[in-house]
């Protein structure tokens, strides 16, 4: 396994959206291997393909102390309710920022063995899979604010 370049914005690739994975073979069980090592060398709790520079719909999330989750070709399908939080990215170092993301979340996805994955999530995962999936459709959290002066500096990151 080996950790990847995390690309930083304005790289193009975090804005190009991600084509779904067709066949879950060995390159995809590697290019997650690398996502997993890659984000443990991180600061972060979540990384995109693309951030990796490969436009392929694929997301793992790592919330301390839970286990590993591994979407492929997620799908947020439900949100309920709103909550204003606190957001970083590892592609936007050192910045985070307050932004309005919805409360619970019902995704549905692939996991790595390729079988279906329907999950409800709260909290920090949820907000996770929100920012993921973003990434997924080119979407930064950065979009969401009304102008930069809003980003504030600091160390942590998704
Ligand atoms: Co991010």
New binding site residues.
């Given amino acids: 396994m080996s950790v990847l370049k995390i690309r930083i914005n304005p790289d193009p690739v975090l804005r190009k959206k991600a084509l779904k994975v067709t066949n879950i073979d060995e390159s995809v069980c590697r290019l997650i291997d690398n996502m997993v090592e890659t984000l443990r060398a991180s600061s972060?709790v979540?990384?995109?393909a693309n951030?990796v520079g490969v436009p392929l719909r694929i997301v793992i999330i790592q919330i301390p102390d839970e286990e590993l989750m591994v979407l492929i070709n997620p799908e947020i399908i439900e949100t309920t309710g709103e909550r204003m939080v606190v957001e970083?990215?590892?592609?936007?170092p050192g910045y985070q920022a307050e932004i309005c993301r919805a409360e619970i979340v019902k995704v549905k996805a692939k996991g790595r063995d390729g079988k279906l994955i329907r999950r409800k999530a709260s909290d920090l995962l949820a907000q996770a899979i929100q920012?993921?999936v973003?990434?997924l459709n080119g979407v930064?959290?950065i979009d969401y604010l009304d102008d930069m002066s809003q980003l504030v500096k600091t160390a942590a990151?998704?």
Avoid: M, N, T, V
């Fill in positions: 972060g979540g990384l995109a951030q970083g990215c590892l592609s936007i920012h993921e973003d990434h930064l959290y990151g998704f």
